[in-house]
């Protein structure tokens, strides 16, 4: 199956960059290569693509061969930035984006079990040497935990129902498919409120995904150490698609253009610390009326911009 993916907020998230073609930039979630692929035809000197899953390494690498030697990959989690700059002898880069969205080949792609769409073995994994698949939190969490999880990644109004039948239903026999999975879902919400909101299994297949590969643990971590690894001037462009990621990339970016962190009543600074950054996107960019007809999946997109002071 051919690697695709519609990369969403293209042009908006490359223009907050301005390449220059003595610039070296990062995408962060290399997939199919549409943001680098921009980037690199802007006359970009390198760009260092990363992902976790081998199959958008080689399929990115194939579409950008074009480029030679001005492609760099890193089979890696893009929280390892520092440690991939070090590796490749890059010091700071110009600008990074990062597009936080599951790439249309992985959703498409039955067998990753990433699609309620599809029936499938239960996996999930963005990087499939990952030891903890779908299949594991769904047969081996207790029904607190995934309860947890439903709520807290998925915002799954009913999770503690859709836990208490999939509990239900692995006592009788393992639940192995994204079908078998699906099925137990919608039989769990009542049929009232399955009316409107898509998908039923939707939120649900989503906080797995985000339990499978750490997702939300790695973020904040990952955005300042970005920002850390911008030259003064640099661009960082961050694609979320759920309110949970936006949410972690907004306040990160808001801390870090901060500044002063002593409590009003003292009367001078004593911490010394200065903002980071300058928020270059007041309110999150949303995508064109166009964009939204030609890709659906881009209907929750929300990008927001930083430059490092």
């Not at 080689?58 to 890193?74: E, N, V, W």
């Not at 890696?76 to 070090?86: D, T, W």
Request: hydrophobic letters at 35%; one cysteine or more.
């Amino acid at each position: 199956m051919e690697f695709k993916h519609y990369s969403v907020l293209l042009k908006e998230s490359v223009d907050y960059l301005n390449i220059n073609t003595d610039g070296i930039y990062a995408d962060a979630t290399l997939g199919g290569g549409g943001h680098s692929y921009e980037i690199l035809s802007r006359g970009a000197k390198k760009l260092i693509g990363i992902d976790q899953d081998k199959e958008a390494i080689a399929a990115a690498s194939k579409r950008l061969s074009c480029f030679g030697d001005r492609l760099i990959t890193a089979n890696r989690n893009f929280s390892e930035i520092k440690s991939i700059l070090a590796d490749v002898g890059v010091d700071k880069l110009d600008g990074a984006v990062m597009d936080l969205g599951v790439s249309s080949y992985q959703l498409d792609n039955a067998e990753r079990g990433f699609s309620y769409m599809h029936d499938a073995p239960l996996d999930m994994r963005m990087n499939r040497a990952n030891p903890k698949s779908a299949y594991d939190v769904v047969n081996g969490y207790t029904e607190s935990e995934l309860t947890k999880i439903f709520y807290e990644y998925g915002e799954e109004k009913w999770s503690a129902r859709i836990a208490k039948f999939i509990v239900e239903r692995r006592n009788e026999q393992e639940i192995k498919t994204t079908g078998e999975l699906s099925e137990i879902i919608k039989a769990a919400i009542p049929k009232a409120a399955r009316a409107d909101g898509g998908h039923p299994a939707k939120r649900v297949f989503q906080a797995i995904r985000i339990e499978v590969n750490g997702e939300l643990e790695i973020l904040k971590q990952a955005v300042c150490d970005f920002v850390d690894a911008l030259k003064p001037g640099g661009v960082l462009s961050i694609i979320t698609f759920h309110s949970l990621e936006d949410r972690i990339v907004k306040k990160t970016f808001q801390e870090l253009a901060k500044g002063c962190t002593c409590p009003k009543s003292f009367p001078v600074c004593v911490c010394n610390k200065t903002p980071e950054v300058k928020i270059l996107t007041s309110k999150p960019i949303l995508p064109s009326e166009r964009e939204l007809d030609e890709n659906s999946r881009s209907k929750s997109a929300k990008l927001r911009v930083v430059e490092k002071l």
